[in-house]
């Protein structure tokens, strides 16, 4: 195949005129009607200073496109490029390739337009489920401009902007519109400007944005990045989001200016607070003269942002909440440190002055940092009363004595199964983010684990660390397992008598289950990361404490209610459906044994976080037959 494309494109290169001319028009490549790639990419090839994509009286059908550098490529009035339907099986296949390229143009005139066929992606009988299918796809770029076309109907963005990162990128007068995952991704970029284009439709996956700055690792970046007199509308979740949840290297600095908001899933969605156990995420987001209207859900919402950290300022900013039932702003965080770093500069909220302005679910030990700037609410009377910004902070001054909160350590040696346990294998939890999944076993003995997919956006793969009884690294592997449904079976081979620790990491929905009893999962660091788990979770409480205390961690707008029963069974502590950060602490009398007590997790909805707080033993058991206790 791959030699048959080689002749296919030498063939049309022979066929064109002189090739290094400063001009060259696809045509006369001679595009074939059913299959026009190696015309279009033998003329992006040819080395011509421009390319003119020009109308052969049919849209252009194509594989994959790669641009080059020092080049302007001009897809001209009437002229429609789509994705070859069947093709782009690969779940990372993207319509048009800028990689490692520089000074680069591309344009369109008139209704040009690029475009794939995101229906046929998300039929999962036609195509691998994935999220990568996108209409453009940039790395490592350097002086590229995009603008003057429409961007349409792909498999995953319809900008991706990924690493190594751009740099000197200006994106101007682009219809982005349709796309599975987002309009435009900003993983990697610096020297930034998006101007004067439309991010709107998005639907199918998450985050399902217009646009969506999320750097994945510590050393990329999001520098002197613009958005500038933009439309974003009609897209299924958030028209803008900032999803920064770790420390990056260079701090962030992103201004949006004179964009319209509006008819979205959501506002603007600020989470940039930086890595659980890291410093704060630094830098400077920016909205000036920006107007959010009629969105599903909040207009504003701040997740674990917290003080020290990055800045959010606005610039006479307009809410129009009046068609929405929510309040405009929703604040939470799974910190420890109050939330902070934020002004409103001069900000307007359009709605009944007698109308809540802001939800606060729980914070648990954090507080409220008072919010700069001013706040006016105006009626549709025209009648304006200022929100009190202070009495805000002052009605949520957070748990202090609750900051030092902490898993206690662990003495993985001195576990044993508990007398008379059988041990059960099925179980409901679904571990997402990281898992340690904690197994005893005998010297000699070989346990299989089997790791099973309950949820995922496509196939799996993550890596598996196993850990001997001293905590010496033994093993590293990787699973893989392709769809939902699917199973990996991982021998856990003892060495030596004790418990053995699997420490693993995905965004996927896994399910860990073992037919050998002494088993459980650890709950220390952030605890245990669970994804639409309704579950019932055990725990040993050691005879001689008097105070019990858990945390559950409930992701923003992913609520879950929790009832902890003694062993006894009675319910000693309860919190019906909230998000956000809930302490349950119950007092008790020291008892004749250690007690096994049970943490009800019920109206789950999605991500939510179990911790035992010190000096309860940091581990939960998915049944009383798995369970474990100290010798």
């Not at 919010?371 to 957070?398: C, F, M, N, V």
Request: charged residues 20%; hydrophobic residues 40%; contains cysteine.
């Amino acid at each position: 195949m791959l030699r048959w494309k080689q002749v296919v494109v030498l063939a049309a290169v022979m066929a064109a005129p002189m090739v290094w001319a400063q001009t060259v028009k696809v045509t006369d490549f001679k595009p074939n009607r059913a299959d026009a790639t190696a015309a279009l990419q033998a003329a992006i090839d040819s080395g011509a200073k421009v390319v003119l994509v020009d109308d052969p009286g049919f849209e252009y059908l194509v594989e994959t496109i790669a641009f080059k550098s020092n080049q302007e490529v001009v897809f001209q009035n009437n002229v429609r490029v789509r994705a070859m339907p069947g093709k782009f099986q690969a779940l990372g296949a993207s319509l048009f390739k800028v990689h490692h390229v520089k000074n680069l143009v591309v344009r369109g005139e008139g209704n040009a337009e690029l475009t794939m066929n995101k229906a046929d992606y998300q039929d999962s009988a036609r195509y691998k489920p994935a999220e990568w299918r996108h209409t453009l796809s940039m790395r490592g770029s350097d002086q590229v401009v995009i603008r003057d076309l429409t961007l349409s109907n792909s498999g995953g963005d319809g900008i991706y902007l990924g690493a190594p990162g751009c740099t000197n990128v200006r994106l101007e007068n682009l219809v982005i519109t349709d796309h599975h995952r987002q309009g435009i991704s900003v993983i990697s970029a610096e020297n930034l400007l998006i101007k004067k284009c439309k991010l709107i439709n998005t639907s199918g996956t998450p985050p399902a944005a217009g646009i969506d700055f999320e750097p994945n690792h510590v050393r990329e970046f999001a520098v002197n990045c613009v958005l500038e007199d933009c439309d974003i509308y009609g897209n299924q979740s958030y028209a803008v989001h900032f999803a920064i949840p770790k420390t990056l290297e260079r701090p962030i600095s992103i201004v949006m200016r004179d964009c319209r908001i509006h008819d979205n899933g959501g506002g603007v969605h600020f989470n940039a607070g930086g890595g659980y156990d890291a410093e704060p995420l630094q830098g400077t987001i920016d909205l000036i003269r920006c107007k959010i209207s009629t969105p599903r859900h909040s207009a504003v919402t701040f997740a674990s942002h917290r003080v020290g950290g990055v800045q959010v300022r606005f610039q006479d900013c307009v809410i129009d909440n009046r068609n929405n039932p929510r309040p405009p702003f929703l604040l939470s965080t799974k910190h420890l440190v109050d939330i902070g770093g934020i002004d409103l500069g001069k900000m307007v909220v359009l709605q009944a002055l007698d109308r809540q302005v802001f939800q606060i679910p729980e914070l648990g030990a954090a507080g409220l940092q008072p919010i700069g700037g001013s706040l006016t609410i105006r009626g549709d009377d025209g009648k304006e009363q200022a929100y009190d910004l202070a009495a805000l902070a002052a009605r949520h001054p957070g748990m202090p004595e609750m900051r030092q909160f902490t898993s206690a350590p662990l003495d993985l040696a001195s576990l044993r199964p508990a007398p008379g346990t059988t041990g059960k294998a099925e179980n409901p939890v679904l571990v997402r983010r990281t898992g340690r999944f904690a197994q005893y076993a005998t010297a000699g003995q070989t346990i299989d684990i089997t790791f099973k997919v309950g949820w995922s956006r496509g196939p799996v793969k993550f890596p598996v660390k196993i850990f001997n009884p001293s905590g010496k690294l033994v093993k590293e592997t990787r699973v893989e397992i392709q769809q939902v449904g699917g199973e990996y079976v991982l021998p856990l081979a003892a060495a030596e008598t004790g418990v053995h620790v699997l420490e693993f990491s995905s965004g996927a929905g896994i399910k860990v289950m073992s037919p050998a009893p002494g088993h459980g999962f650890l709950t220390t660091d952030r605890g245990l990361g669970m994804f639409t788990s309704n579950s019932d979770l055990y725990f040993n409480v050691p005879a001689d404490l008097r105070t019990v205390t858990v945390e559950v961690i409930a992701e923003v707008g992913e609520p879950v209610a929790v009832e902890l029963y003694d062993e006894a069974g009675v319910v000693r502590a309860s919190q019906d459906s909230f998000f956000g950060t809930k302490y349950l602490t119950v007092s008790r009398e020291p008892s004749a044994k250690t007690e096994l007590w049970r943490l009800k997790l019920f109206k789950v909805v999605e991500d939510h976080y179990v911790r035992l707080g010190a000096p309860l033993p940091p581990i939960v058991f998915t049944d009383p037959a798995n369970r474990l206790i100290l010798e």
